[in-house]
């Protein structure tokens, strides 16, 4: 199963709490470097929202103050809160009718939650806004890296991590997602027969052994080639596979379930139904398209940043790519993050498979890494967008790790195939035994 982002709950503050932290913030620094280098931290209100508001879970600071689940109606107005103890009982709160005089209160939550987003948001804009500075007057290490950076990409900057729009759901059915369910990238790395298709040392014209990679059977990955591992002198070499920016990729994603522990596909209409079951005919109504289907969006990451959601962007390349971009298509964040307008990126699952076409850009190879990020690998990122199933485990696929190189021919040709024969010696395989779909 491949590994997933973790679903990150807000921490919960009340303004008293804010406050005093913000005025005691500054006691224990030491020196001038620790001041530069402190992040602001925006205060927490009582569930604190996502822009997109919906339902949420909030951890206390306090360990002792419970836990709580908050549904609202989509509109950012609270109507149920539900207090988890632990050894005990919950305690459910629902929203009185206007009449009745505990309604102030409720109104009261409203405007906090309102007023925590805005002051997280105003705290957002002056950390970027300290970055700037610090950058053009030299006032920490941070932002001196990251003007070097910025000089050797043509002012390039790096991309912030992407945050998802994220809705909770009632404890029991999480973990019933979260066990039965999951998204796999298909990679054809194997032939009919289930063999492992393998690079091979093979003599070329002159009788010379030299090693050839194999193509493989689908359209990603392309190849597996073997590879000297980097330094002096070292003759070590490993398998990778190999991407070429010449070839298309064309990724198929599908969604899983295990029946009887074994993995079955399944179709996202079961897992939407029980995503609608959790909730009204009203909540449903104020739905938009993102939460009522099922909708995966498509990123590169490097190797070892799993989880982190930062994505791989033309700040990590010597020679800038066309358009400042990884794909072609140009890529663009999600549609709630860009004013609501679908990308090329973001695309939708039918019948338990979803299914996008791209290629990298001309300079996005593992040779045009700059320093910073030399002899890295890559991997694609699926990730479901619908807010109810984005913050859980399984609903984030990562593709196994990736070289990228422009051309393929000077390792493998087209149908050069070899499996692992008798006698643990590499023999070809021929288009016969291809897999089949």
Same mark, same amino acid.
């Given at each position: ?10 921490? *919960? ?9 913000? =005025? *005691? ?29 919906g339902g949420e879970s909030g951890t206390s600071v306090n360990p002792n103050r419970p836990d709580y ?6 509109? /950012? ?60 007057? /030299?006032? *920490? ?5 990251? &003007? ?7 002012? @390039? ?29 298909? =990679?054809? @790395? ?26 493989? /059977? ?16 070292? !003759? ?23 029946? $009887?522990?074994?993995?079955? $596909?399944?179709?996202?209409? @079961? ?17 938009? +398209?993102?939460?009522?289907?099922m909708y995966l969006y498509c990123y590169l990451e490097f190797e070892g940043d799993s989880g982190t959601?930062?994505? @791989? ?16 298509? !140009? ?22 498979? &979803? ?6 850009? =001309? ?16 991997? +694609?990122?699926?990730? &479901? ?6 913050? +859980?485990?399984?609903? !984030? ?11 393929l021919h000077n390792d493998v040709k087209s149908n050069e195939r070899y499996v692992l024969g008798d /006698?643990?010696?590499?023999?070809? *395989?021929?288009?016969?035994? +291809?897999?089949?779909?």
């Amino acid at each position: 199963m491949p590994t997933n982002d973790q679903t990150q709950e807000p921490t *919960s503050l009340s303004s008293d709490e804010n406050e005093n932290q913000s =005025e *005691s913030g500054g006691d224990g620094q030491e020196d001038q470097d620790q001041t530069t280098q402190a992040e602001i931290q925006p205060g927490e209100e009582l569930g604190e929202e996502q822009d997109e508001g919906g339902g949420e879970s909030g951890t206390s600071v306090n360990p002792n103050r419970p836990d709580y689940d908050i549904e609202d109606d989509g509109n /950012g107005v609270i109507q149920k809160i539900t207090f988890h103890r632990r050894n005990r009982q919950p305690v459910v709160m629902v929203r009185p009718d206007q009449d009745n005089d505990a309604h102030l209160l409720w109104r009261l939550l409203d405007a906090q939650r309102k007023g925590a987003r805005r002051k997280r948001e105003l705290v957002t804009a002056i950390n970027k806004a300290r970055d700037v500075l610090m950058s053009v007057s /030299g006032g *920490s290490v941070r932002a001196t890296k990251v &003007a070097r950076i910025n000089a050797m990409t043509n002012d @390039v900057a790096a991309p912030e991590p992407l945050e998802w729009w994220i809705k909770s759901l009632p404890r029991e059915l999480k973990n019933e997602i979260e066990a039965d369910f999951f998204l796999q990238i298909e =990679e054809s @790395v194997t032939d009919k027969h289930g063999n492992f298709y393998i690079p091979a040392r093979t003599p070329n014209a002159n009788g010379r052994m030299q090693w050839r990679g194999s193509m493989l /059977g689908g359209k990603f990955p392309h190849a597996v080639v073997s590879v000297k591992k980097p330094g002096d002198g070292v !003759t070590d070499r490993t398998n990778e596979f190999m991407c070429a920016t010449c070839n298309n990729i064309e990724l198929t994603v599908r969604l899983k379930r295990f029946v $009887d522990s074994r993995p079955k $596909d399944c179709s996202e209409s @079961v897992l939407l139904d029980k995503v609608n079951s959790a909730h009204n005919m009203h909540q449903r109504s104020l739905w938009g +398209l993102l939460e009522s289907k099922m909708y995966l969006y498509c990123y590169l990451e490097f190797e070892g940043d799993s989880g982190t959601g930062t994505p @791989v962007g033309a700040y990590a390349f010597s020679k800038t790519p066309d358009s400042n971009g990884v794909f072609k298509p !140009t890529e663009c964040p999600p549609s709630y993050l860009n004013d609501g307008k679908p990308g090329f990126y973001e695309f939708r699952m039918e019948r338990g498979e &979803a299914s996008i076409e791209f290629k990298f850009q =001309e300079s996005v190879t593992t040779s045009n890494l700059n320093k910073d990020y030399k002899h890295r690998l890559f991997r +694609l990122v699926v990730k &479901a967008v619908n807010p109810f199933l984005a913050g +859980l485990e399984g609903m !984030t696929a990562r593709s196994s790790p990736f070289m990228i190189k422009s051309v393929l021919h000077n390792d493998v040709k087209s149908n050069e195939r070899y499996v692992l024969g008798d /006698g643990n010696t590499a023999v070809p *395989s021929g288009p016969a035994d +291809l897999p089949t779909a």
